[in-house]
């Protein structure tokens, strides 16, 4: 995988099981406007979201174009072998339009709530190192395949169905350790504005940039996709991607030309299918035009 042609834009709603029927519609119109992801956040103990891994199947299947994304399917109650099968056979299903974001896991009490064996830290963050080479395995087709990990084990599985395209596992990643590990061992970066301000991000971007390199690959192979909110208006700024059109453009393309970024995935806000129409139609076409321009 390497970095993309274009600037990749994406939309992000919200799982709420109320809203199963506008949840597709968006989904139709985000495919329909050409955007080219669609990502579900994976929270199962939340009582009033949707299975992440049912709906973005729902979302899959009722699209024709568009990849869709788990934005970041929790290992902590995702049994690696079995999520690396879901994927795949997503993937063989949509003729190669399924992606696997993943997390080590949060919010452990309620994970424990589920009856879960809930891991905090860096025992975590080791489990998600064993769960990628798990999840990479069962997509390689191999038979007996076998993997020695301490958190998890393969004991002579035979893998498949072998995915339809090269999926990419991207990182929903913060830390430095976590960063490390993207660069050594994922496709992509999943970071969330909320999480992590414009200003963190170069630094984040160079310590995945350095792990890549120490682990003899090419940095630009790793994707950096920003998870991003906000409010399109046609008033004045009141923020950082809150205001009109033009502050938009600028300001994804600032991030996509000295801050690194590839690609921009929209959350859910106030008329949210007036701001997926806006965001696809008027800001995403103006900030590939700039951003192409700058390339040249």
């Given at each position: 995988?390497s ?8 939309y ?9 029927a506008q949840?597709l ?5 985000a495919d329909a406007?050409?955007?080219d992801?669609i990502a579900?956040q994976?929270?199962p103990?939340q009582p009033?979201?949707l299975?992440?891994l ?5 979302i899959a299947?009722?699209?024709k174009?568009?990849r869709?994304?788990?934005?970041v399917?929790?290992l902590?109650l995702r049994?690696?072998a079995?999520?690396?099968k879901w994927?795949?056979?997503l993937?063989?299903m949509?003729?190669?339009?399924a992606?696997?974001?993943l ?8 994970v424990?709530?589920m ?10 963050v080791s ?11 069962m ?6 395949a076998?993997?020695d990990?301490?958190?998890y084990?393969l004991r002579?599985?035979?893998a ?7 999926i ?5 990643a913060?830390?430095?350790r ?5 660069g050594r061992l994922?496709?992509?970066?999943l970071?969330?504005?909320g999480y992590?301000?414009?200003d963190a991000?170069n ?6 940039d350095?792990?890549a390199t120490a682990?003899?690959r090419?940095p630009?192979d790793?994707?950096?996709?920003y998870n991003?909110?906000g409010?399109?208006?046609?008033g004045?700024?009141?923020g950082?991607?809150e205001?009109?059109?033009d502050q938009?453009?600028d300001q994804l393309?600032?991030l996509?030309?000295?801050y690194g970024?590839d690609g ?11 701001q997926?129409?806006?965001f696809?139609a008027e800001v ?5 035009e ?6 040249r």
């Open positions: 995988m970095r993309p042609a274009r600037v990749l834009f994406g992000f709603p919200s799982p709420e099981a109320a809203a199963y949840i519609e968006h989904a139709r119109l406007l050409g955007l992801l579900i994976d929270h103990y009033r979201f299975d992440a049912t709906l973005l199947t729902a299947v009722q699209t174009r568009v869709v994304l788990t934005d399917a929790n902590q049994q690696p079995l999520l690396a994927a795949a056979s993937d063989v949509t003729g190669g339009r992606e696997l974001g997390g080590s896991g949060a919010f452990t009490a309620a424990a709530a009856g879960a064996e809930a891991r905090e830290g860096g025992e975590a489990a998600l190192e064993d769960a990628i080479a798990v999840i990479r395995l997509w390689s087709g191999q038979r007996g076998r993997f990990g301490r958190y084990k002579g599985v035979h498949g169905p072998v995915p339809g395209h090269p990419g596992i991207w990182l929903g913060y830390r430095p976590m960063l490390g590990i993207t994922a496709d992509g970066w970071p969330s504005l992590m301000n414009p991000l630094d984040a971007n160079r310590r995945i350095d792990a682990a003899g090419h630009a790793i994707l950096r996709v991003i909110g409010r399109i208006t046609d004045e700024s009141s950082f991607l205001g009109p059109i938009w453009v393309t600032e996509t030309v000295d970024m921009y995935i929209l959350g859910p806000g106030e008329n949210p299918l007036e997926l129409r806006r696809a995403a076409p103006r900030v590939r700039n951003v192409a321009l700058v390339k």
